[in-house]
């Protein structure tokens, strides 16, 4: 049967579309959805080979578009029969893929909410604590390292929080850093186990330390000597306590001799060359044009490794060969101070009073870099605030550098310190981070040369630092050489055998007041009598070398000097470095107690040894009615208890209320002083290392 329509020819035609598009354009959008699909497939894949997505689109959809349209124009009808079967399944494919992309964005949309919530939060919430790192340096370099740390710490901002802050500290010198390290940071070895304070720490155990010099960081002991043999050979390994891990120089300083304006305008040379020979020709060169020296002002040697590192050069800079007459023209005694920030700061108070003049007979030994700091009114560490360094009193005072081969040159190795305990990831990471910004923004902004000893250029526009060519503008260049050679410093232990040579040899007592007065407060920087006085004593003992001697003894009604059962008393002996520990934990661990034991029979019955004897008394004065029968005692002192002692020095440390003028302290010190010693020195404001080293520097 056969429809009204043509019957069986309907059935072989095609149904009709319900879309409505013409059959033209339906094979063009066919043919335009299967190229783009090859476009991005193979764009992809080239790009994961050369170059950019969008240039490898472009190209691919042109070649790809040239090839189709050449197989619809040779070959329509395979090209028809080929999109027809691809067309189905992308028809399929393409309702998956959109609700692919469909999710997609849902889960965007959603983790871009989360994200912004927890953005928003975070903002919002206080800040965490930074991670503190602590740096040790000697005095002389806390300016350059606390003005680059802070620049650190501000740089490590995140969103308004610091990730870390940065402690500068100055460290005591070669000799105190030794024991402190040797000991794990505690400043003796426990004298008694019931007295755990004579463990007390120096203070937070450094996570870098920057000494002055290589020699000092090859001084220190790399174990401790709780670990014995093995710990030696742990740390080795990398596991000893502290171990230490050295990470190159963070730039150079030469030692210089310096002098003020008006002798320096008399040695002045426009045609000589920047750099003597030698010390002793440089020294020679101020002699010559009229400049008598009478000292060079060096620091102290055990509180400052710069002043070690400067003294082989001046004792050899003279022919005679007597170093015990250059160790005293080294150290003029009216000029000791443990360090050079200490030494320049006097002359900036000087300088700021008005009072009197430059000393012209006085050269500086220092290094440049602190120098800078001096000459530029920066900062000298703890010691003094920044000044105007162009007005006319400062200007009058300012120091002028010269230079000699031999003067050695100090490097500041970056030294990362690794303690038992504390050495966490975040910790290393951080003292990496420092290095590293340490390396981007080396110290010759803040006054250093580089590590070959060039003076690096002032960068252009930048007047927020304090580059070492804008002294140079000040001095002139024919005063500071642009370069200078790298001559390391001796050996520390060596320096410190030769300055035991040179100097005399000097036996101290030292007699403690411990009565309960003395734990009243101390009339200057605070603290209780018996703290100032026992800090001002282990400043003393720490300073003393090997071949003088040294011993304690502790006086009040509950504690007889002359007992050796009394805590606190350590007969005297050689100031090796267990002495010197024995003394300090003792001073360490003692405490007030007991009435006031009249200073005349505290003298009396101490026990002196023979010989030339130094008798340093600490105490709070006591009072008159503590001290009956003042005149006979002191009668007694002066005749029979002088001939029994000739050699005796007395010197009396007050803590104070009383003054030395004040009974029974005026008596005392009339009947066994001066004869060389002190007398009486009041405790001052000043730092109890500077104190002690200018008492010691009088006694020997």
Same mark, same amino acid.
């Given at each position: 049967?056969?429809?009204?329509?043509?019957?069986?020819?309907?059935?072989?035609?095609?149904?009709?579309?319900?879309?409505?598009?013409?059959?033209?354009?339906?094979?063009?959008?066919?043919?335009?959805?299967?190229?783009?699909?090859?476009?991005?497939?193979?764009?992809?894949?080239?790009?994961?080979?050369?170059?950019?997505?969008?240039?490898?689109?472009?190209?691919?959809?042109?070649?790809?578009?040239?090839?189709?349209?050449?197989?619809?124009?040779?070959?329509?009808?395979?090209?028809?029969?080929?999109?027809?079967?691809?067309?189905?399944?992308?028809?399929?494919?393409?309702?998956?893929?959109?609700?692919?992309?469909?999710?997609?964005?849902?889960?965007?949309?959603?983790?871009?909410?989360?994200?912004?919530?927890?953005?928003?939060?975070?903002?919002?919430?206080?800040?965490?604590?930074?991670?503190?790192?602590?740096?040790?340096?000697?005095?002389?370099?806390?300016?350059?390292?606390?003005?680059?740390?802070?620049?650190?710490?501000?740089?490590?901002?995140?969103?308004?929080?610091?990730?870390?802050?940065?402690?500068?500290?100055?460290?005591?010198?070669?000799?105190?850093?030794?024991?402190?390290?040797?000991?794990?940071?505690?400043?003796?070895?426990?004298?008694?186990?019931? &007295?755990?304070?004579?463990?007390?720490?120096?203070?937070?155990?450094?996570?870098?330390?920057?000494?002055?010099?290589?020699?000092?960081?090859?001084?220190?002991?790399?174990?401790?000597?709780?670990?014995?043999?093995?710990?030696?050979?742990?740390?080795?390994?990398?596991?000893?306590?502290?171990?230490?891990?050295?990470?190159?120089?963070?730039?150079?300083?030469?030692?210089?001799?310096?002098?003020?304006?008006?002798?320096?305008?008399?040695?002045?040379?426009?045609?000589?060359?920047?750099?003597?020979?030698?010390?002793?020709?440089?020294?020679?060169?101020?002699?010559?044009?009229?400049?008598?020296?009478?000292?060079?002002?060096?620091?102290?040697?055990?509180?400052?490794?710069?002043?070690?590192?400067?003294?082989?050069?001046?004792?050899?800079?003279?022919?005679?060969?007597?170093?015990?007459?250059?160790?005293?023209?080294?150290?003029?005694?009216?000029?000791?101070?443990?360090?050079?920030?200490?030494?320049?700061?006097?002359?900036?108070?000087?300088?700021?009073?008005?009072?009197?003049?430059?000393?012209?007979?006085?050269?500086?030994?220092?290094?440049?870099?602190?120098?800078?700091?001096?000459?530029?009114?920066?900062?000298?560490?703890?010691?003094?605030?920044?000044?105007?360094?162009?007005?006319?009193?400062?200007?009058?005072?300012?120091?002028?550098?010269?230079?000699?081969?031999?003067?050695?040159?100090?490097?500041?190795?970056?030294?990362?310190?690794?303690?038992?305990?504390?050495?966490?990831?975040?910790?290393?990471?951080?003292?990496?981070?420092?290095?590293?910004?340490?390396?981007?923004?080396?110290?010759?902004?803040?006054?250093?040369?580089?590590?070959?000893?060039?003076?690096?250029?002032?960068?252009?526009?930048?007047?927020? &630092?304090?580059?070492?060519?804008?002294?140079?503008?000040?001095?002139?260049?024919?005063?500071?050489?642009?370069?200078?050679?790298?001559?390391?410093?001796?050996?520390?232990?060596?320096?410190?055998?030769?300055?035991?040579?040179?100097?005399?040899?000097?036996?101290?007592?030292?007699?403690?007041?411990?009565?309960?007065?003395?734990?009243?407060?101390?009339?200057?920087?605070?603290?209780?009598?018996?703290?100032?006085?026992?800090?001002?004593?282990?400043?003393?003992?720490?300073?003393?070398?090997?071949?003088?001697?040294?011993?304690?003894?502790?006086?009040?009604?509950?504690?007889?000097?002359?007992?050796?059962?009394?805590?606190?008393?350590?007969?005297?002996?050689?100031?090796?470095?267990?002495?010197?520990?024995?003394?300090?934990?003792?001073?360490?661990?003692?405490?007030?107690?007991?009435?006031?034991?009249?200073?005349?029979?505290?003298?009396?019955?101490?026990?002196?040894?023979?010989?030339?004897?130094?008798?340093?008394?600490?105490?709070?004065?006591?009072?008159?009615?503590?001290?009956?029968?003042?005149?006979?005692?002191?009668?007694?002192?002066?005749?029979?208890?002088?001939?029994?002692?000739?050699?005796?020095?007395?010197?009396?440390?007050?803590?104070?209320?009383?003054?030395?003028?004040?009974?029974?302290?005026?008596?005392?010190?009339?009947?066994?002083?001066?004869?060389?010693?002190?007398?009486?020195?009041?405790?001052?404001?000043?730092?109890?290392?500077?104190?002690?080293?200018?008492?010691?520097?009088?006694?020997?």
């Amino acid at each position: 049967m056969t429809g009204p329509h043509g019957g069986d020819g309907d059935r072989s035609r095609p149904p009709q579309r319900q879309d409505g598009l013409p059959d033209w354009l339906r094979r063009l959008l066919q043919v335009m959805l299967l190229d783009l699909c090859s476009t991005v497939i193979v764009s992809i894949g080239v790009t994961l080979v050369h170059g950019v997505f969008w240039l490898n689109a472009v190209i691919s959809l042109l070649v790809i578009a040239l090839v189709t349209g050449g197989l619809f124009a040779f070959y329509p009808d395979a090209a028809h029969a080929v999109l027809e079967r691809v067309s189905r399944p992308l028809k399929w494919g393409g309702a998956a893929l959109a609700w692919c992309f469909a999710g997609a964005a849902v889960m965007a949309l959603v983790l871009l909410a989360g994200t912004g919530a927890y953005r928003l939060r975070e903002n919002a919430s206080a800040c965490g604590q930074p991670l503190e790192l602590r740096v040790l340096t000697a005095p002389e370099t806390l300016t350059p390292l606390r003005a680059a740390a802070a620049e650190f710490a501000n740089d490590s901002e995140d969103r308004g929080c610091r990730k870390y802050s940065v402690t500068v500290v100055p460290e005591a010198g070669p000799v105190p850093l030794y024991d402190g390290f040797r000991l794990l940071w505690r400043r003796s070895e426990p004298a008694d186990q019931g &007295h755990a304070d004579a463990q007390q720490l120096f203070g937070p155990q450094p996570d870098i330390w920057i000494p002055s010099s290589k020699a000092e960081y090859d001084f220190i002991p790399k174990g401790s000597p709780q670990t014995g043999a093995r710990g030696m050979a742990a740390g080795a390994a990398g596991k000893a306590d502290p171990y230490f891990r050295p990470r190159g120089s963070l730039g150079s300083s030469p030692l210089v001799l310096a002098l003020f304006t008006k002798a320096h305008e008399s040695v002045a040379d426009p045609i000589a060359a920047p750099i003597a020979p030698n010390t002793a020709g440089l020294l020679k060169r101020i002699a010559d044009a009229g400049v008598k020296l009478r000292a060079v002002a060096r620091p102290v040697p055990e509180t400052s490794a710069a002043a070690l590192a400067v003294t082989p050069a001046l004792y050899n800079a003279t022919p005679s060969g007597d170093n015990r007459g250059d160790e005293r023209f080294a150290e003029p005694a009216d000029l000791v101070a443990p360090d050079a920030v200490s030494l320049l700061c006097r002359f900036r108070q000087q300088a700021a009073a008005q009072q009197s003049e430059p000393p012209d007979d006085i050269a500086v030994a220092v290094p440049e870099q602190v120098l800078h700091d001096y000459d530029m009114g920066r900062p000298l560490g703890d010691r003094c605030g920044a000044v105007d360094a162009g007005s006319a009193p400062y200007a009058k005072w300012r120091l002028h550098p010269y230079y000699a081969t031999d003067l050695p040159t100090l490097d500041y190795p970056f030294v990362q310190v690794r303690w038992r305990g504390q050495d966490t990831r975040e910790r290393d990471a951080a003292v990496s981070e420092f290095h590293r910004w340490l390396e981007r923004n080396p110290l010759t902004s803040q006054g250093l040369r580089d590590d070959r000893g060039v003076i690096p250029a002032v960068h252009e526009g930048d007047t927020s &630092h304090f580059y070492l060519s804008r002294l140079q503008e000040v001095v002139g260049n024919r005063v500071m050489p642009g370069v200078v050679g790298l001559t390391p410093a001796a050996g520390v232990q060596e320096t410190l055998d030769l300055i035991g040579a040179a100097r005399p040899r000097v036996s101290v007592s030292l007699l403690l007041d411990v009565s309960g007065s003395m734990g009243g407060a101390a009339q200057a920087r605070g603290g209780s009598r018996l703290v100032r006085g026992t800090s001002f004593l282990r400043s003393l003992v720490s300073q003393l070398q090997s071949n003088d001697r040294v011993g304690l003894q502790v006086s009040s009604q509950a504690a007889a000097p002359n007992n050796p059962e009394t805590f606190g008393n350590v007969p005297q002996d050689a100031a090796s470095p267990d002495q010197k520990n024995a003394v300090a934990s003792r001073l360490q661990a003692v405490a007030s107690s007991g009435a006031d034991q009249p200073l005349s029979d505290a003298i009396a019955a101490a026990d002196l040894g023979s010989g030339r004897q130094n008798l340093i008394l600490v105490t709070d004065g006591q009072l008159p009615a503590t001290n009956p029968r003042i005149d006979s005692r002191a009668e007694f002192l002066s005749g029979e208890f002088r001939k029994r002692h000739p050699g005796l020095r007395l010197t009396v440390v007050l803590t104070g209320p009383a003054t030395c003028g004040s009974s029974p302290v005026r008596q005392i010190v009339a009947a066994l002083g001066p004869k060389g010693g002190k007398g009486c020195v009041p405790l001052t404001e000043a730092p109890e290392v500077e104190q002690a080293a200018e008492l010691l520097s009088g006694l020997r």
